[in-house]
């Protein structure tokens, strides 16, 4: 299996604040990398995929990169409503998917 | 737009079977797309359980494959998901989620339905 750690598990942030996240995985998976936010007691959703596609709607301050097995999820500017857990999720082994453990953003 | 509603008991005893139904609305299963379950522990993070292909086709997490069974009724346009054997460590949060292969991601969640395991 493709194991996904993220770093940090969580962190303090203030609004404004330029915030990064990264993922790692077991093995390469070329750019099958994926981000999604997940609120308290709501689903997660689906932020950006294949490393650095964002998906539709999503505000352009998110933004991804990487490739082979290190990602980086970064906000630009945070805002309030962007205090939330944040997943990374490998879809290269096919139908086989695995998540990271999750970064927590908190108000600093 | 296509929606999706986990429905099933919240209360399983130990050694039973966990049984859950999505509803999908929007799209018909059997159009395409694969469909999935994933799992969340109270506090924890994610686990992919499985997912099926409109045709029936399934694929399961190995951690897990020999307790489940994802299984899809195209004409009541659900999936559904069996876990067997359960034990407090099965206690969760169950999502559904639809699988768009175009972009190789999980677009669109249910909202999920926390399943207990108690006696």
């Known amino acids: 299996d493709i194991q996904m750690t993220q770093s940090p598990s969580s962190l303090s942030a203030s609004v404004g604040d330029r915030v990064t996240i990264t993922c790692r995985a077991s093995?390469?998976?070329?750019?099958?990398l994926n981000w999604y936010q997940q609120k308290p007691g709501k689903a997660p959703k689906l932020l950006i995929y294949?490393?650095?596609s964002l998906q539709s709607g999503v505000p352009s301050r998110f933004s991804g990169s990487g490739s082979g097995t290190d990602f980086t999820l970064t906000i630009s500017s945070l805002q309030p409503e962007d205090f939330a857990t944040y997943y990374c999720?490998?879809?290269?082994?096919?139908?086989?998917?695995?998540f990271g453990q999750g970064t927590k953003v908190e108000i600093k | 737009q296509v929606q999706l509603q986990e429905s099933g008991p919240g209360l399983v005893k130990p050694s039973e079977t966990l049984s859950l139904t999505c509803t999908v609305s929007g799209y018909s299963i059997s159009s395409g797309y694969y469909w999935g379950w994933i799992r969340q522990p109270p506090g924890k993070g994610l686990e992919w359980i499985g997912s099926i292909y409109h045709s029936g086709s399934t694929y399961y997490n190995p951690s897990l494959k020999s307790r489940v069974t994802i299984s899809v009724d195209t004409s009541k346009n659900q999936f559904s998901l069996k876990l067997s054997s359960v034990t407090a460590a099965d206690t969760a949060v169950y999502y559904c989620a639809k699988f768009l292969s175009v972009v190789d991601a999980f677009d669109i969640w249910g909202q999920g339905t926390m399943v207990t395991v108690s006696s």
């Open positions: 294949a490393a650095s």
């Open positions: 093995q390469s998976i070329s750019r099958y």
């Open positions: 999720q490998q879809s290269y082994s096919t139908l086989t998917w695995t």
